[in-house]
């Protein structure tokens, strides 16, 4: 590593700035498992869309940090917004 007081800066800015995305990335990923879960539980449809609630929240978020692209959000959101559907209307009959 350099030794100039910018480049130390710059590295201290870059750590932070990796701890920060790797959370909204990790809360991404907890809350899409958390409906996987309740897939799998053959929960209901109240609990589902609470739980894709918080999944959208979460991908929202992480886009308004430019955490991740908001094309990359939409599409996340609308694969999942389908296997809920799926599921929902396949439970159901």
Same mark, same amino acid.
């Given at each position: 590593?350099? /030794?100039? %007081?910018?480049?130390?800066?710059?590295?201290?800015? #870059?750590? *932070? *700035?990796?701890?920060? +995305?790797?959370?909204? /990335? !990790?809360?991404? $990923? /907890?809350? $899409? *498992?958390? @409906?996987?879960? %309740?897939? !799998? !539980?053959?929960a209901? $449809? !109240?609990?589902?869309? *609470?739980?894709?609630?918080l999944?959208?929240?979460? %991908?929202?978020?992480?886009?308004?940090? #430019?955490?991740?692209?908001? +094309? +990359?959000s939409?599409?996340? $959101?609308?694969?999942? +917004?389908? @296997?809920?559907? #799926?599921?929902?209307?396949?439970?159901?009959?």
């Open positions: 590593m350099g /030794k100039s %007081l910018s480049v130390i800066k710059r590295q201290r800015q #870059n750590d *932070k *700035k990796q701890l920060m +995305n790797r959370f909204y /990335k !990790e809360r991404i $990923k /907890k809350t $899409k *498992k958390a @409906i996987r879960k %309740l897939m !799998e !539980e053959k209901g $449809k !109240e609990e589902l869309m *609470k739980a894709y609630s999944y959208t929240s979460a %991908l929202d978020k992480a886009v308004k940090k #430019n955490i991740i692209h908001l +094309n +990359n939409s599409r996340k $959101k609308s694969r999942m +917004n389908t @296997i809920i559907k #799926n599921f929902v209307l396949g439970s159901a009959s």
